[in-house]
């Protein structure tokens, strides 16, 4: 064989290997931030979904603002007394708990950083907990039986 032979089949091989690295790497599937919109006492909000066990642990935690028209929505597999509490968290929230049908079942308005490591619980079962920025529920006359409207409810995924 050849020299330049062999050379133009090395430099063929180099790039064919090149070529399915960056090819396989822009291809990865990326990590997707999971959003949608749901409608809460007359007002839009952006939701983030909390869907495995990880992203339900951190929650807020960590997060010096939250707007006024986002939420955090941790997704159960099955109804319970879901008790939460406000490690890590550098704001005030409301936390309501809904059923499976997205109704307000219980609700902790004005939960201050300084109430850790007290647990809140909800008053009856739910299969949702919605985190908004406290004062959500009063500016908005949110009660119980109050609906979160949003179109695809996700299920757990971990």
Do not use: C
Not at 51 to 58: K, N, Y
Request: aromatic share 14%; no cysteine.
């Amino acid at each position: 064989m050849s020299r330049f032979l062999y050379r133009s089949l090395l430099f063929l091989g180099v790039g064919l290997t090149a070529l399915l690295v960056l090819t396989s790497y822009r291809t990865q599937p990326q990590k997707i931030e999971r959003y949608a919109r749901a409608e809460f006492g007359g007002v839009s909000l952006r939701i983030e979904f909390a869907t495995t066990t990880a992203a339900r642990a951190r929650g807020l935690g960590g997060r010096k603002s939250i707007p006024s028209d986002y939420g955090m929505l941790f997704i159960f597999s099955r109804d319970g007394h879901y008790g939460f509490w406000m490690k890590n968290t550098l704001v005030p929230l409301d936390m309501f708990w809904l059923d499976d049908k997205g109704h307000v079942v219980s609700i902790a308005q004005d939960v201050t950083p300084s109430t850790y490591p007290e647990v809140f619980y909800p008053s009856a079962p739910a299969r949702y907990v919605l985190e908004t920025i406290s004062g959500f529920a009063r500016a908005n006359d949110i009660a119980t039986g109050t609906p979160f409207i949003l179109q695809n409810w996700p299920s757990v995924s971990e």
